[in-house]
């Protein structure tokens, strides 16, 4: 009878610490998600933001539905693009993916 309330009370003591070691680990994890996940992803954006920015007539560009074109007026949020010779189409701006001068610098 006295063995299990010791067993007990030595097992409790022993735990004392545990509750330090999880925080510190959660906080290590944090690190490596915003290390893996979190930071390249918003350098991506932030790229993509400038991208969008920096779009002119002439730039040739890649859409997210993979069509390839020269981009002909810029306007606010709409682009017109010149897929083909005398074949143009209107689209957001959010939708251009790449310029053809960021492909090459990416293959550099």
């Known amino acids: 009878m006295f063995a299990t309330n010791a067993y007990a009370m030595a097992g409790g ?4 610490g545990g509750g330090l070691e999880g925080v510190v680990m959660l906080l290590v994890m944090f690190g490596i998600f915003y290390l893996l996940l979190i930071r390249p992803q918003q350098k991506r954006a932030k790229q993509h933001k400038s991208l969008i920015e920096a779009l002119k007539a002439g730039d ?3 859409t997210a539905g993979g069509i390839h074109g020269k981009v002909v007026a810029v306007q606010e949020e709409v682009l017109t693009l010149e897929i083909s010779s005398g074949v143009k189409i209107r689209l957001n701006r959010n939708s251009i993916l790449t310029t053809k001068a960021t492909q090459v610098e990416a293959k550099d």
């Open 13 to 16: 003591q022993g735990q004392q």
């Open 60 to 62: 040739e560009v890649v």
